[in-house]
């Protein structure tokens, strides 16, 4: 099992140009997050789905926008990016939102300029 | 504001020794609590966790211990490692919720 694969790893964007991350796991698990972690601090979460076609903002959602039509899949879009939005961004999974284990992906390291 | 946050932001452990890294929270309503640990340059994984209805839990060479009286929350590494060199988060959920607020991470160094 490959888990939670991401892609790209690395990208670099201009300002206003937009990109999307993509997101996918073999898990077969329903609940599924995007956050971003700045230099030296913590993860905010940007958008979470507890299952396929049902999506829900998280604490900084502003600049992104995702969409679930398989279980598989949770795409992250960044429409005209923003130095702002120069971060990592981690994908994660989980089995159920009860218990606290997150599977995450390596992560994508952005960079806006 | 973030509702989870780390006292100190780095810690430096002699290897052998035992390490211990707080947390402090404020949301009461949080009933599940969890440390993850991320290696540079890798995601974050997952340690240990602890229900609030409880107040120390015990996994290899790790403890995490609870204090809901002053929403205080410590990951106990015995014999600290090369390999436990890393950042480590807390991180916490409200009852019933399906998101984890993470704190901003303590940077764990070990001396050999």
């Known amino acids: 099992n490959a888990g939670v694969t991401q892609t790209p790893k690395f990208r670099i964007l201009k300002i206003g140009q937009s990109m999307t991350l993509q997101c996918t796991q073999d898990?077969?698990?329903?609940?599924m997050y995007w956050y971003r972690q700045d230099p030296g601090m913590g993860l905010k979460l940007i958008y979470y789905?507890?299952?396929?076609?049902?999506?829900d903002k998280g604490e900084v959602p502003n600049g992104y926008n995702v969409s679930r039509s398989t279980t598989e899949d949770f795409p992250l879009r960044l429409e005209l990016a923003a130095p702002s939005q120069t971060s990592v961004y981690f994908c994660?999974?989980?089995?159920?939102?009860?218990?606290?284990?997150?599977?995450f992906g390596e992560g994508s390291r952005l960079t806006v300029l | 504001g973030e509702s989870v946050g780390l006292h100190l932001p780095t810690l430096s452990v002699q290897e052998g020794d035992n390490s211990i890294i707080n947390c402090a929270y404020s949301?009461?309503?949080?009933?599940?609590f969890i440390w993850y640990k991320q290696e540079s340059g890798k995601g974050p994984q997952f340690i240990i966790d602890?229900?609030?209805?409880?107040d120390k839990r015990q996994g290899q060479r790790v403890t995490v211990l609870l204090n809901k009286t002053v929403k205080h929350l410590s990951l106990q590494i015995a014999a600290t490692q090369p390999g436990d060199s890393a950042v480590y988060f807390c991180?916490?959920?409200?009852?019933?919720?399906?998101?984890?607020?993470f704190g901003a991470g303590t940077t764990v160094t070990v001396r050999a």
């Open positions: 994660a999974t989980a089995g159920t939102g009860v218990t606290g284990e997150l599977f």
């Open positions: 898990m077969n698990h329903n609940y």
């Open positions: 789905s507890v299952g396929a076609g049902i999506t």
């Open positions: 949301n009461s309503a949080s009933d599940y």
């Open positions: 602890i229900r609030s209805n409880m």
């Open positions: 991180a916490e959920r409200g009852h019933g919720d399906y998101k984890l607020s």
